[in-house]
């Protein structure tokens, strides 16, 4: 019992040095993938990249510890952080405050349901994701992923439109107007570190060496060049307006919000005092319901009107000129007579936020990480209200089904290489705890990792120590190493990341899908196309597909086989209409393949009319029940109803191959002696031999027999 609670304990039966010298070379290497990685995903979560280090840190070891596979490399992956961000930018700006403590938050829902499926042993729900949706969905959100990071790639900024399609629209005009050169190599450099490395050994830390270069290189080159200046210092017409009229804009969107989040706050407590039964404030709810759609429109008017300034703003292009100690800067296109400029191109930096017209940032060079705040995060239980919850349990259940599903997929792959024994229910409450102690680190959602769960396997990690090593260097690395972070290109981080999404783009998927059935193939392209069309909103192609998936089943389900059988030439009862073989006029062998119920129980009854109909001499109908393995009320009443209706009609009935648990049913409401223990056979081929014996000798017929009717080749010569 002590090591289902404490599955970790297992690890040092006979552990020894020589183990833990394997596992400590294998943590170390891991983490030298996860550090840049974990920074590159916070990123594409919409967090600070230093957010990726504190997901590093807590999650790996505790999912480790209490999960079942050893060499199972748990923390921030690119498809948990695309889903992360996605679903909160409706409820608040990408990094600000608000979306940074949603995305805690969020981490701590996760980890909640993941863990309540592992101790509640439901680790079978994982299996309503079929594997056609779930190909489909990983294409789409690699495509979606590695287009996500052209922005850092060009050196570009763009607002981000409803729709990705639109926002990559917005990206590519922005870069045929501007892009920046040297950020541009910086990606493509440290695309071309990490393949060429890959190539030469796999096992070189190919992401660790890109980073490192390009950090090395941003530094003594002075790639980041910021100049903090006062609007004035801009010899654009009109550009101090212009600034003023966004930061009036930006505060109206902001001071619009407060006031919807207060009325927010009302509306709960009015809805409260409802349910409770207290009176009727229904008509003060709608009244400041009506407000708060009033307030939504106007926010929604001046997010436009924003995006249209700060487009402008981000387009204009300046060249400095050096007067002294100071810099004044005139647009590239109006720069007066005789006056000599540094050459380069500057911008003006905005975000979502009011700017100081005292102190703009303009850009003359790219971008970088910058400042990483030193020291572990702060540890506190994230602030969990019932109301909150229910908002993020949607989004919490899908990423915990999809991260799950990785988690196990890989955990699985490479237990059928170690042999060692993986329980998903053990694996769901590990997932479950680096979640939620993970969110008390300040960590937000994660997974499983496929490429560093093959670095680790491949480094030769025997038990979950090597993760606690992994741990213990992100630690390291937050007490002692940020500052040498500093200068690292976001360039590099966006190169990181597309090239970990490569691996999920598999088209074979597709093609294998459809081989082995049309319409899981079609689903897997439609789930593939929803997911792209209402990208960032990555739930609708896992909904639309996961409908799609239960409609067919249900369908299946309704319509099940039914199938009529005869005798096939290598002497073996198949399907009649299937192999094209002639049938008995007076016998209907008739093989029901799946579960009798409320569902189906009708569809039966259809098929046995319409083989009467097709048999006008039928005699005797013979059920073959093998492929029946459950059958509920309605599938009895439905049963029973049409033995009545044949018996009624003077034909004979009977069953074959009927199962433990549907004998069962069928004695429990008195069913079995309605059929009659006669009429009941252990297996189809001797209930044709009796049957046939009976009906073929039958007077009552126009004559004895059937002429070269297959299924007398049942009867044994005589």
């Not at 779930?134 to 060009?154: D, L």
């Not at 709608?286 to 700060?310: F, Q």
């Amino acid at each position: 019992m002590i090591y289902k609670f404490f599955p970790f304990l297992l690890w040092f039966k006979g552990y020894n040095f020589g183990i833990f010298k394997l596992d400590l070379v294998a943590g170390v290497t891991v983490a030298l993938v996860l550090i840049p990685q974990s920074m590159a995903y916070a990123q594409l979560a919409g967090l600070p990249a230093y957010y990726g280090l504190y997901a590093a840190f807590l999650p790996p070891m505790v999912a480790a510890l209490f999960g079942s596979s050893r060499q199972l490399g748990t923390g921030p992956v690119a498809v948990v952080s695309l889903m992360s961000a996605a679903s909160l930018e409706p409820l608040a700006t990408a990094g600000s405050p608000e979306f940074i403590a949603y995305s805690i938050v969020l981490a701590l829902v996760v980890g909640i349901f993941q863990l309540s499926l592992g101790v509640l042993r439901l680790g079978m729900v994982v299996n309503f994701l079929s594997h056609p949706v779930i190909n489909g969905f990983t294409n789409a959100a690699a495509i979606i992923i590695a287009s996500s990071q052209f922005s850092k790639f060009f050196g570009v900024y763009v607002d981000k439109a409803s729709h990705h399609y639109g926002t990559m629209m917005r990206l590519a005009q922005s870069a045929m107007d501007y892009t920046h050169i040297p950020t541009l190599m910086y990606g493509i450099s440290a695309i071309v570190i990490m393949v060429g490395l890959r190539k030469i050994n796999p096992r070189i830390p190919a992401v660790l060496i890109a980073v490192a270069i390009t950090t090395l290189v941003s530094y003594f080159t002075g790639f980041n060049n910021d100049a903090y200046v006062p609007v004035t210092a801009l010899q654009a017409p009109g550009i101090e307006e212009k600034i003023n009229e966004f930061n009036k804009v930006t505060a109206q969107i902001q001071e619009h919000g407060q006031q919807r989040a207060e009325l927010g706050k009302v509306i709960d407590e009015l809805r409260k005092v409802e349910a409770e039964g207290h009176g009727g404030p229904s008509v003060d709810v709608l009244e400041i319901e009506g407000k708060v759609n009033i307030l939504t429109a106007k926010m929604d008017h001046a997010k436009e009107e924003a995006h249209l300034l700060r487009k402008d703003l981000r387009h204009m292009k300046f060249e400095a000129v050096q007067e002294g100690e100071n810099y004044t800067f005139y647009p590239k296109d109006a720069i007066p007579g005789g006056l000599e400029t540094d050459g380069g191109t500057w911008r003006i930096k905005l975000k979502n936020s009011v700017v100081d017209p005292n102190k703009l940032t303009l850009m003359g060079g790219g971008a970088i990480v910058g400042k990483i705040p030193e020291g572990l995060p702060t540890f506190t239980v994230p602030q969990l209200t019932v109301k909150s919850f229910f908002k993020l349990l949607p989004t919490a259940i899908i990423i915990s089904l999809l991260g799950f599903m990785e988690a196990i997929a890989i955990a699985k792959a490479m237990a059928a290489q170690t042999g060692q024994k993986l329980d998903p229910n053990q694996e769901l409450i590990g997932q479950g705890l680096g979640n939620i102690l993970g969110s008390i680190g300040s960590s937000y959602s994660v997974s499983g990792s496929f490429s560093r769960s093959a670095v680790n396997l491949q480094a030769g990690a025997v038990s979950g120590i090597s993760s606690v090593v992994t741990s213990a260097m992100v630690v390291i690395t937050l007490l002692f190493f940020t500052p040498l972070l500093y200068h690292l290109p976001q360039a590099t981080l966006a190169a990181v990341i597309m090239m970990a999404v490569i691996g999920l783009v598999n088209t074979r998927g597709f093609v294998h899908a459809w081989k082995a059935q049309w319409y899981d193939g079609a689903i897997s392209i439609i789930t593939f196309l929803v997911t792209l069309y209402f990208a960032p909103h990555l739930d609708k192609g896992i909904m639309i597909g996961f409908a799609l998936s239960m409609g067919v089943f249900l369908y299946k389900s309704m319509r099940p086989v039914v199938a009529e059988l005869s005798m096939h030439e290598d002497k073996v009862l198949k399907s009649a209409e299937h192999y094209r073989l002639k049938g008995c006029r007076h016998i209907s062998v008739v093989r029901f393949d799946g579960a009798l119920f409320f569902a189906n129980a009708s569809y039966l009854d259809e098929q046995v009319a319409k083989f009467r109909t097709e048999h006008p001499d039928l005699r005797y109908i013979l059920l073959d029940a093998k492929g029946i393995n459950d059958m509920d009320a309605s599938g009895e009443e439905a049963l029973a109803m049409l033995v009545e209706r044949l018996r009624a009609a003077k034909l004979g009935f009977a069953m074959s191959s009927v199962k433990g648990q549907v004998m069962a049913v069928m004695e429990r409401t008195g069913l079995l002696n309605k059929i009659g223990m006669e009429n009941l056979y252990p297996d189809t081929e001797s209930a044709v031999k009796d049957i046939v014996t009976k009906v073929h000798t039958n007077s009552d017929l126009p004559e004895k027999g059937c002429k070269g009717c297959p299924l007398t080749e049942c009867i044994p010569a005589a």
